[in-house]
């Protein structure tokens, strides 16, 4: 059986902090860490760093490097593409990535 990926609302914009992280649950129980940077540019990851084997990666720091914007985590300093999930420090290790958009004020993303 295949389950077809909605959008959900989130939060509205108004509850991120520019260059910071926070964390939401979805419907589905699965935490995500939602990242603005700059003014109007929104990220959202699984919050599951699969390194330090805890829900953190918001609280991780924000970064870029070649033009990437990557979080930080916070345990054990593995950066991830905010991107495309990818860890830029050992290629064993992803996370999960959404899509996002802005919908009347609301960040909403795929899932």
């Known amino acids: 059986m295949t389950t077809k990926n909605t959008w959900q609302t989130i939060c509205p914009t108004s509850d991120l902090i520019k260059n910071s992280g926070v ?24 919050n599951f760093d699969p390194c330090g084997k805890a829900n953190v990666l918001y609280r991780g720091l924000i970064g870029e490097t070649k033009g990437g914007v990557y979080v930080a985590s916070p345990l054990l300093k593995q950066r991830f593409c905010l991107n ?3 860890c830029l420090d050992d290629d064993a290790f992803a996370i999960k990535t959404y899509e996002t958009r802005v919908s009347d004020g609301k960040l909403e993303i795929l899932g």
């Open 84 to 86: 495309s999930g990818a």
């Open 23 to 46: 964390c939401a649950l979805l419907a589905n129980e699965e935490q995500v860490a939602l990242f603005q940077v700059g003014n109007d540019t929104f990220y959202a990851v699984s």
